[in-house]
RNA sequence: CGGGGCGUAGCGCAGCCCGGUAGCGCAUCUGCUUUGGGAGCAGAGGGUCGCAGGUUCGAAUCCUGCCGCCCCGACCA
């Protein structure tokens, strides 16, 4: 992509109602504007950023087995009157009428749809367990948004459904969500915590939040250090050995991690001290059980090997794939802007013509673009007449993780010099090198 | 929902107290010079001063009402 030809917004100086540093820099880089209070529209940069999340969320759904579905935004009353939450929810939920004065909601969650959606088709234990999953805009009133993405009103959110016949399988549908949750974190280049969560009136321990560790997250968590050194399920992971996937959940909740209102403090005092991390964290993912509160009163019920119905023993797992965007920049930037992880990375390469203009700084620069477009490297041409130091201050703003300078200085010497956003290590080299080392397969290092 | 604050050009702000018809920096456009860490000079364009009433000869400025946005607390992917 050539800057000329691109849109990216970059502002200079940070909008004033922007307070914590991934809004700040999410406005400043171009990656989305606010259209009202917890409402944003994605701009291209930010569009690249989140599709990048999702598109790894969407993959370690499908690894553990959950099989993906669209549903609307817009839900009819009716169906939550069946769950008895159309009332119980309050001022969060934003109701409208239609046309026809029919009660109409823009969904916070789906609970209730997915539910008449599985009651509609699936009758026998046979057909068990079931995962459906989607990735979709939800809307909650909230009272307060605040902080950008990180507690808007309108957010993107993953948020999957299990269906089993009794608790045991449902168990085993939980930890196979824990698990893909430990795995998509981290391919995000997030190091996640399960912590327990409460679980209000079901009871149980099947309810953990997944949190990062940031200093500017929005609750006060606490948890054993050797949880940062714990090693994530590989790919290859089997989902469907029961115990092989309980182990990796027993390993993962053996320590403690609590979020403050679940803190215990005398029990994280029997942590030896320097084993103790008391930190910030952010709320990335929540995972649920909740039985059959939802398929009793729905009637979602299947036939069991001796005949009898029984409602089906559901969970929620969500992760917000919006929210996401600002939390890794809440972990991952630096006085000059955003460092992306690779795998999110809006792009891969930044290639910064530090003279536009000049012949050769021109004609080396187009060569090492065209080259790692051609090989399907995600690359941004910063081609505008822009002076050598206002391109160094956009590329480390927007975070790009390999930037490649393309000076007159260097080029005299028939060289390029290539910077890493992450370790600020700069290395010069030939053009052919540059476009080998960042052409070339997976990594660049 | 309680408390606090702010709405003036795309962004950041001054002007308001003490009423006289809007200004600064950045950004934008033109020209020239410049080109390895947010360039310089010269010129230009851009504003229903959040909205609606009111007071006044005259309102960005004073009064009333409304709307929007941000922050702190209680609640939440």
Redesign the pocket.
Known sequence: MRLSRYFL????????????VS?RLML?AGMMR??????YAFLPLGLRVLKKIEQIVREEQNRSGAIEILMPTMQSADLWRESGRYDAYG??MLRIKDRHERDMLYGP?NEEMVTDIFRAYVRSYKDLPLNLYHIQW?F?D????????????E???K?AYSFDVDQASARHSYNKMFVAYLRTFARLGLRSIPMR??T?PIGGDLSH??IILASTG??EVFCHKDYLDFAVPDANVNFDDVAGIQTIVEKWTSLYAATD?MHDTAVFQNIPVDRQVSARGI????I?YFGTKYSAPMKAVVATPDGKEVPVHSGSY???P??LVAAIIEASHDE??IIWPEPVAPFRAMVLN?????AE?DAASEQIYGALSELGVETLYHDL?????????????IGVPW?I???????AEG???V?HRTS?E?E?MSVAAAIGRLGGAGTAR
Do not use: N
């Not at 606010?34 to 409402?39: D, V, Y």
């Not at 709320?283 to 929540?286: I, L, N, R």
């Open positions: 917004p970059i502002l200079r100086e940070t909008p004033k109602e922007a307070e914590i809004h400043r606010q259209e009202a209070a917890g409402i001022k969060e969650t939800k909650r909230e009272v307060r948004p605040r902080f950008g993405l990180m507690r808007g009103r957010f993107l959110m948020d969560a409460d209000g939040e997944f929005e609750s209102e709320e990335v993912g929540h649920f969500g992760i917000g919006s929210r000059a802007g530090l003279k536009q203009g000049a700084t007449d822009d002076r050598p130091g206002a391109k160094f201050a956009t590329a480390d703003l930037q300078m393309v000076g007159p200085r260097s080029l060289k390029v010099e910077k600020g700069k010069l």
